[in-house]
């Protein structure tokens, strides 16, 4: 009768199966000179935990006849910890290729940051610095202080704060001057700008968490200067308006804007807030690029109050950022939600070098990594492409043939939403019909398993690698050998 520990596969030779009581004691497993090793590098706690972790899944292996003799003898165990340990310690927030064409992917963290945001975060978080803490009068400061001069520069508003994101921008902004003045809770929006960003953020949803009363004027296409006034009454407390950032309303439509919905506001006592979203603090149409509305603009036209985004076409770290008049800044920067929506010191040092970049817009193309990635030139990127496909054609053959493609890519984030980049891109695609989805996916995995992993865009039974964001193309190249392993 065969051991139920004795397994015979394929008709190769008897392989035996371990037994639990094989297994090495934690203890022994520690003591071994590979274990004492391990205990030196990394301490006990992990060392043991992980011993620990891994002689419990042998010893299931075990009694269930799946574990191989030679993986219960200590040398295979030793190895196997050090895997462990060190896969236990590898960060799981890590750097990938981006190839997908969206330029601002907010699953891929959006803008990156600029060599000198790089800097000044190195620079001011090892150690204390000045975040509320004014040098020149030597007593405490306000951390909005680093950045306001800056943005009041930059947009040309008489004030400015910072929070977490356009988001908590948005909601704060609402919140505050909603509830400024005593009985007026309303705030007057447009049917057409009622948007939904992704997520949890609908504009109908922040206004009751803001504490707000949403009144929708105007139909989803077509909005008046009438409906507006009509709207305003005893318990306004704002008028709004939000950029459709992710959408277009093309056709038979009209909107009100700013200059002269500040017009009518004003002449009820009423403000304005203007929510962009993209926050392009630049005529983006000077670089060749789809024209986007900046808070310059909006504060020029009588908005009291302009939100926008930090990470998206600013090109900086996650962050709200408010601009406007004075005495609106001053209501929101006062408002009780603030402390919990602040920024914090690691963004803020980013956020502050970002801007500074700005003050240098002849050189903005070079310093600023999403503007430098919106301008290159479709003809590079393809030179880029055709030069890179011999060797991703060899590292995937025989299963996948490669050829270089126009594409189009996105800007991303919502920002510009209609409009498309051309680009150009490597095109993998199985060499055999039957099954071709499979080993598309297949491809997919193998992209996102390597050390850099790769993440591209699946699009008419093709993988596209679109190269507009691949700076570096040796970074590409050096995953290849490793994805011919994979592919194997
Ligand atoms: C993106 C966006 C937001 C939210 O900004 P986050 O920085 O992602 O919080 C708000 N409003 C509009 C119109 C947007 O496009």
């Not at 190195?122 to 680093?146: F, I, K, Q, V």
């Not at 948005?170 to 919140?175: G, N, Q, R, S």
């Not at 803001?210 to 909005?223: F, I, S």
């Not at 209609?418 to 193998?446: M, N, Q």
Request: aromatic share 2%.
């Amino acid at each position: 009768m065969a051991r139920p520990h004795e397994s015979v596969v394929d008709g190769s030779p008897a392989r035996t199966s371990a037994q639990p009581q094989d297994l090495p004691a934690v203890d022994r497993l520690l003591r071994s000179a590979a274990g004492q090793a391990l205990l030196a590098e990394h301490g006990h706690t992990l060392v043991a935990g992980q011993a620990r972790a891994l002689l419990d899944e042998c010893r299931a292996q075990a009694r269930a006849g799946t574990l191989d003799t030679a993986d219960a003898a200590l040398p295979a165990l030793a190895e196997a910890l050090a895997a462990r340990i060190a896969a236990r310690l590898a960060p799981r927030m890590r750097r990938v290729l981006n190839l997908t064409g969206t330029v601002i992917h907010t699953n891929l963290g959006r803008a990156l940051l600029a060599d000198d945001a790089l800097a000044q975060v190195m620079a001011t978080m090892a150690g204390p610095n000045n975040l509320e803490y004014d040098l020149e009068a030597g007593g405490r400061g306000d951390r909005d202080s680093l950045v306001e001069e800056l943005l009041c520069t930059l947009t040309g508003a008489e004030a400015a704060t910072v929070v977490n994101n356009n988001a908590a921008a948005v909601l704060l902004t609402i919140a505050a001057l909603a509830h400024a003045r005593e009985g007026r809770r309303e705030v007057v929006v447009s049917r057409g700008e009622l948007v939904e960003i992704g997520g949890a953020f609908r504009m109908p949803d922040v206004m009751a968490a803001a504490g707000a009363t949403l009144v929708e004027v105007g139909t989803t296409n077509r909005t008046h200067a009438r409906d507006y006034e009509r709207a305003i009454g005893e318990r306004t407390a704002l008028l709004m308006k939000v950029h459709t950032s992710n959408y277009a309303v093309q056709g038979f439509t009209a909107a009100v804007d700013e200059a002269e919905l500040a017009r009518i506001a004003h002449a009820h006592g009423l403000p304005v807030a203007t929510d962009l979203g993209s926050g392009a603090l630049v005529d983006m149409v000077a670089w060749g690029l789809p024209a986007e509305p900046t808070p310059q603009s909006k504060l020029a036209a009588g908005c009291d109050v302009v939100t926008f985004s930090g990470d998206k076409l600013l090109g900086g770290p996650q962050a709200g950022l408010i601009v406007g008049r004075r005495d609106a800044i001053e209501k929101i920067r006062r408002f009780p939600m603030k402390r919990a929506l602040r920024m914090s010191k690691l963004p803020l040092a980013a956020l502050e070098a970002t801007l500074r970049l700005y003050l240098r817009p002849e050189r903005l193309a070079r310093d600023l990594p999403t503007l430098r990635l919106l301008t290159r030139a479709p003809a590079h990127i393809r030179a880029q492409a055709q030069a890179l496909q011999p060797a991703l054609a060899a590292a995937v053959a025989p299963r996948y043939a490669v050829a270089v493609v126009d594409t189009l890519g996105q800007i991303g984030s919502g920002s510009l939403p209609v409009e498309r980049l051309p680009s150009a891109a490597l095109a993998i695609a199985p060499v055999a019909k039957k099954g071709a989805g499979r080993a598309l996916d297949a491809l997919a995995a193998a992209l996102r398993a390597l050390p850099l992993p790769v993440v591209g865009r699946i699009a008419d039974d093709r993988l596209l690698l679109d190269l507009r964001c691949l700076e570096r193309s040796e970074e590409l190249a050096a995953q290849l050998p490793a994805l011919q392993e994979r592919l194997a």
